[in-house]
């Protein structure tokens, strides 16, 4: 599915990642933890193709076709989507009208006929269920005066609607409280399929207590320490990154 | 004044002198600093003729087919009262473009609405002909607890050669009164459109104002607003959406000049192609005009490398307790907000044209008048590349 091979980026002349190397397969999840600095927003900021970074060395093979030749919006029609870490507010657009356009983009990119506005407020509405949220948010700007808890509910109300086949969520978990955190895990947890891999960017368990990683890796100074299954998060848990980095 | 030369020589009013005296304000006059004159220079304009039209029009300078109804009246200059012909003189006096407003005035309409009275007015301001200029003058009155609403539309049919329409409006709300003045440019592409907006509020009375600038090659707005007794306000809300080699200027001067007055302005110009943009918006509040307060809030979208604007909020204020606050801010499209569209797959021009509709959208859906608020959303809609998305979204998602 993804296969990052020796991959250097840097912003601005500073380099971030220094050489990654990860292979994802069909139907995996993958955590990658790591503490603040390490490159790991800057990892799916660079797979999503956020401009501000540049791609010095290595590549990124995405379902046979390199992945950072593809502009941002060709990368989603492939099926790549990012949940962000802070999610963009834009006053004046409606969050269902970004919804539409971006469903029936993305439909139309897979050879898929556009949803007819029953249909698609049909699905919408399902899809608001699930996250708990209510109808209103339709209406709202596009994350404008949502609470932090919120705005992820709508990153997933998102990824739900898109059904990526590879989904990138960047600290997913950061800023919300016990119950909000429950209901974005089992939001994850229901597009867990065969066909679709995850892979989730946070700093700590607590969301991969929910959304149950088939690996973890350890982002340090911009390269992967240390790759192992769930126990390693628990590890690091307990002992912290310090003893990674002596190792 | 080469341009209108031959025009003020026939003129036999005395201000055609002093026209032709001052000529056109020069790049050194502040407020004409901006404005691409050559067109008004090089013309050579003639009167405008009239032609048969129907509805409340301003055809060629004059006034057609006046507006008849209950609780409003129609008269001529000759019912002018002193105070008005003063203020009139007194914008005369600006400049030698304004100079020869006054001097080439064809037509000047009185028209009063009566106390308590309710009244809507559609004005349509029709193209002159190639190379043809109309000036004309419209007095308001809105008589105590009267209230009335002015909607001024362009006929936009094309022209191709440069075509003048200058009106002047003063209007004057009387204690309890509300004007609300919705003003639709749309002219064709070649039209020099010149408006000159005056208005006097007494106590409790009320004037709101849209502004929006879609058309004309050049378009220049000057708004006066007097705040003359307690409690007056207003509200004035633009929109300029510029593009090819385009120049939208608005000028506007609010005076506070007693207390517990109340102004707001909230302008956007979203600029395109060559176009260019200039707001000046001044704001006076006078030594006795305490607890006043005055809002400003400029917002200017380049899309362009070529385009420009030129925005200029002015506050001056000599009364120590009032509350003021203004805020003016320049830049592109917000590349955080491109970046979230495109990665949820909607393509580069599409998320273009979401950003610039949300830009505009905000002073559109000020527009309290359901059917303008439509032809303005549409225009808009239109104006926008691959704004067809943005269309169908509308028209397909109501829940």
């Given at each position: 599915m993804l296969s990052i091979r020796n991959l250097h980026a840097r912003v601005d002349d500073k380099p971030i990642l220094k050489g990654i190397n990860l292979e994802i397969s069909a139907g995996?999840?993958?955590?990658?933890?790591?503490?603040?600095?390490?490159?790991?927003?800057?990892?799916?900021?660079?797979?999503?193709?956020?401009?501000?970074y540049e791609v010095t060395n290595g590549e990124v093979i995405y379902q046979n076709q390199n992945l950072l030749e593809l502009k941002p919006e060709e990368r989603a029609w492939a099926g790549?989507?990012?949940?962000?870490?802070?999610?963009?507010?834009?006053?004046?657009?409606?969050?269902?009208y970004l919804l539409k356009a971006a469903v029936n983009a993305v439909r139309e990119h897979r050879g898929l006929p556009e949803l007819k506005a029953a249909d698609f407020l049909k699905l919408v509405r399902e899809k608001?269920?699930?996250?708990?949220?209510?109808?209103?948010?339709?209406?709202?700007?596009?994350?404008?005066?949502?609470?932090?808890?919120?705005?992820?509910?709508?990153?997933?109300?998102?990824?739900?609607?898109?059904?990526p086949t590879l989904a990138l969520l960047d600290e997913t978990d950061s800023g919300l409280d016990v119950d909000a955190l429950r209901i974005v895990g089992e939001g994850i947890n229901l597009m867990r399929a065969p066909d679709r891999s995850v892979l989730l960017v946070t700093h700590y368990q607590r969301l991969l207590d929910i959304v149950k990683p088939d690996f973890v890796h350890v982002l340090i100074d911009g390269q992967i320490k240390l790759s192992g299954d769930f126990s390693l998060a628990q590890r690091l848990e307990k002992e912290g990154y310090e003893g990674i980095e002596v190792a | 004044m080469s341009g209108l030369y031959t025009l003020l020589t026939e003129s036999e009013r005395y201000s055609a002198k002093d026209a032709l005296?001052?000529?056109?304000?020069?790049?050194?006059?502040?407020?004409?600093?901006?404005?691409?004159?050559?067109?008004l220079n090089r013309t050579n304009w003639v009167s405008a003729s009239h032609r048969e039209s129907t509805g409340f029009a301003l055809n060629g300078g004059r006034f057609a087919n006046l507006p008849l109804c209950d609780g409003l009246s129609t008269s001529t200059h000759s019912s002018l009262n002193?105070?008005?012909?003063?203020?009139?003189?007194?914008?005369?006096?600006?400049?030698?473009?304004?100079l020869a407003q006054d001097a080439l005035n064809t037509d000047c309409l009185l028209l009063e609405v009566m106390k308590l009275a309710e009244v809507r007015i559609d004005l349509s301001r029709l193209a002159n002909n190639a190379s043809e200029a109309g000036f004309a003058t419209l007095v308001i009155r809105v008589g105590?607890?009267?209230?009335l609403l002015l909607i001024e539309q362009f006929e936009?049919?094309?022209?191709?050669?440069?075509?003048?329409?200058?009106?002047?409006?003063?209007?004057?709300?009387?204690?309890?009164?509300?004007?609300?003045?919705?003003?639709?440019?749309?002219?064709?592409?070649?039209?020099?459109?010149f408006t000159e907006i005056a208005v006097d509020i007494s106590e409790n009375g009320h004037y709101n104002l849209h502004t929006i600038d879609f058309g004309a090659k050049l378009s220049r707005t000057d708004i006066e607003i007097r705040l003359s007794a307690e409690q007056a306000s207003t509200k004035i809300n633009g929109l300029a959406v510029t593009n090819g080699s385009q120049y939208h200027d608005t000028h506007l001067a609010v005076e506070h000049r007693v207390g517990d007055t109340q102004s707001a302005m909230t302008f956007r110009n979203m600029v395109d192609g060559k176009g260019e943009a200039t707001f000046n918006g001044r704001v006076l509040i006078e030594k006795n005009a305490q607890r006043s307060a005055t809002e400003q809030s400029v917002g200017n979208l380049l899309l362009s490398k070529k385009a420009r604007v030129n925005p200029k909020p002015e506050l001056e204020i000599y009364a120590d307790d009032v509350t003021a606050s203004h805020g003016c801010t320049v830049g592109?499209?917000?590349?955080?907000?491109?970046?979230?569209?495109?990665?949820?797959?909607?393509?580069?021009?599409?998320?273009?044209?979401?950003?610039?509709?949300?830009?505009?959208?905000?002073?559109?859906?000020?527009?309290?008048?359901?059917?303008?608020?439509?032809?303005?959303?549409?225009?808009?809609?239109?104006?926008?590349?691959?704004?067809?998305?943005?269309?169908?979204?509308?028209?397909?998602?109501?829940?």
């Open positions: 995996e999840i993958h955590a990658i933890m790591g503490p603040n600095g390490s490159g790991k927003s800057t990892l799916s900021s660079v797979l999503a193709g956020r401009d501000e790549l989507f990012l949940s962000f870490q802070y999610p963009v507010e834009i006053p004046g657009v409606k969050n269902v608001l269920k699930i996250m708990q949220m209510s109808e209103s948010f339709l209406h709202r700007n596009v994350n404008e005066g949502f609470s932090g808890g919120e705005k992820k509910r709508n990153e997933i109300l998102q990824m739900q609607l898109l059904e | 005296q001052k000529g056109l304000p020069s790049k050194q006059v502040e407020s004409w600093k901006y404005l691409p004159s050559r067109t002193p105070s008005e012909i003063a203020r009139l003189e007194n914008i005369a006096s600006a400049h030698g473009f304004s105590e607890g009267a209230r936009d049919v094309p022209r191709s050669q440069p075509n003048l329409d200058s009106l002047r409006i003063l209007a004057d709300v009387s204690r309890n009164g509300e004007m609300k003045h919705l003003r639709f440019q749309t002219a064709n592409d070649h039209a020099q459109v592109s499209l917000n590349q955080n907000e491109l970046f979230y569209l495109k990665s949820r797959g909607i393509s580069e021009t599409d998320a273009r044209a979401f950003l610039q509709y949300a830009f505009a959208a905000k002073l559109v859906e000020l527009i309290e008048d359901a059917e303008i608020r439509e032809l303005v959303e549409s225009r808009l809609l239109g104006e926008l590349k691959h704004g067809e998305l943005i269309s169908e979204l509308k028209e397909s998602v109501h829940v």
